[in-house]
């Protein structure tokens, strides 16, 4: 533990910081589970409606830097492509 005040602080604000990013980081997760499994089951309008909450979520995530520019469009691409070749 750190004995001057602002390291304190710090600690305390990166542990903050970790908890948001990990529920933003398991949502973007298990948004694009949802798009999969829709694919799966082969259910056209909830693979598209569960496109936009993930694209939303996959948003959200890069622009909170959780993930990295390249990670976010490759993510978005890939479903993208599987929700098209559906129709």
């Known amino acids: 533990m ?13 542990e ?3 908890v948001v990013n990990t529920l933003v980081k398991s949502s973007m997760k298990t948004a694009i589970k949802n798009v999969e499994k829709a694919v799966k089951a082969s259910d056209k309008e909830v693979a598209a409606k569960n496109l ?5 979520k996959i948003d959200k995530a890069l622009s909170s830097g959780v993930v990295k520019d390249n990670k976010a469009a490759r993510d978005k691409s890939r479903l993208t492509k599987i929700v098209n070749k559906m129709n």
């Open 52 to 56: 936009t909450v993930a694209s939303k």
């Open 2 to 14: 750190p004995n001057i005040k602002s390291a304190k602080k710090r600690v305390k604000t990166s």
């Open 16 to 18: 903050k910081k970790s």
